[in-house]
């Protein structure tokens, strides 16, 4: 039997942080498309389930396209279950739309509900719940698995060790009260990144990661988990499957000893190949180091430049002025006089001087300054 767990597809998102115009709206189409991209492939593998451990949607209320194209591949593929349990983000909208829940949806509440069914003399059994304040106090200790089975159990929040007793933690996830309970693969989702971790001596538990990154706090590879059950000999073998369309990277870049703008656009270049950032990609460069006083960055300039390169790119300057403090100790000009004030403030961060001090020069010499 195979299986496909996956998480916080997070259809309908806004992406106004970053994106706006044309790429907003491409990039939300994207997520879309990749959700729809993995259920093709699911039919291509002859997987039998996908697990959707929440947060399928990111917005309570869900557009009549996105609604339609989910519904649309969930009754165009009648060979493949879809188990959907909703997360934090997720709400009643998309199946109120429906005039009907096509047989192949199978939905969880706010206490244990499970699927079962044969397979090579073995039973592999689902059981998922919907954690809320209403049932966070009962919910772990409600829980009884036959060790038997081959048990896949599915939430959706914060792994955290143990239980902290408050309603108002109920998104939280405390493994303590899960571990020893006969479970094989715990399926999890909220986190956005992949991570696999042992629950106990028996089963493991892991969150798939989102489809697909959305903010430069989403960078890395994205995908979901292929489970491939031997249930015979009960064994199961579980896979990372990398699958988003386009990858965020942030790159940090030292442009220190750079004398003008076309030295630092190159090192930028010459980092992001190195890193093997691809065209398709959205990228937040963060420029570090230190800048001659009279060296200014344009960081709205330079994204534009890279822009041509990559799908996306922001620039992020956190260089520092390169002052030579040494050299206005005993200058009586005007320029000495304001950089040792400046020193003597104590309430200032040496960042915070350096900006000041590099501020103040320009002015001073009747330059530009940003």
Known sequence: MKLIHCADIHLNSSLSTHLDGEKRKQRRTEILHTFLRMVDYAAEQSVDGILIAGDLFDTKKVDRTTGDAVLSAIIGHPEILFFYLRGNHDADGFLQSLDKIPDNLKLFGDTWRSYAWEEDGATIVITGAESSVRNVQTLYTSLRLDPKHINLVMLHGQETPYASGSRQDAEQIPLALLQNKGIDYLA???????????????????????????????????????????????????????????????????????????????????????????????????????????????????????????????????????????????????????????????????????????????????????
């Open 188 to 370: 999890l989702g909220h986190i956005h990144t992949y991570k696999r971790e042992q629950l106990d001596a028996r089963g493991i538990y892991v969150y798939p990661g989102c489809l697909e990154g959305r903010g430069f706090d989403e960078c890395g590879v994205h995908g979901f988990c292929l489970l491939d059950i031997d249930a015979a000999h009960h064994k199961m073998q579980d896979t990372f499957v990398p699958f988003a369309s386009r990858r965020l990277w942030e790159a940090s870049v030292d442009v220190s000893g750079c004398a003008v703008g076309k030295d630092v656009l190159d090192a930028v270049r010459e980092t992001l190949q190195e890193m093997q950032v691809q065209s398709a990609d959205l990228v937040q460069v963060c420029l570090t180091g230190s800048l001659p006083a009279g060296v200014e960055v344009d960081a709205e300039l330079l994204a534009m430049q890279l822009a041509q390169s990559y799908f996306y790119v922001k620039v992020v300057n956190r260089t520092m002025p390169e002052i030579d403090y040494a050299s206005y100790s005993y200058d009586t000009s005007l320029k000495g006089e304001f950089v040792r004030l400046v020193q003597a403030q104590t309430g200032l961060s040496e960042e915070k001087k350096a900006k000041i001090i590099q501020t103040g020069i320009l002015a001073l010499a009747g330059e530009a300054f940003v």
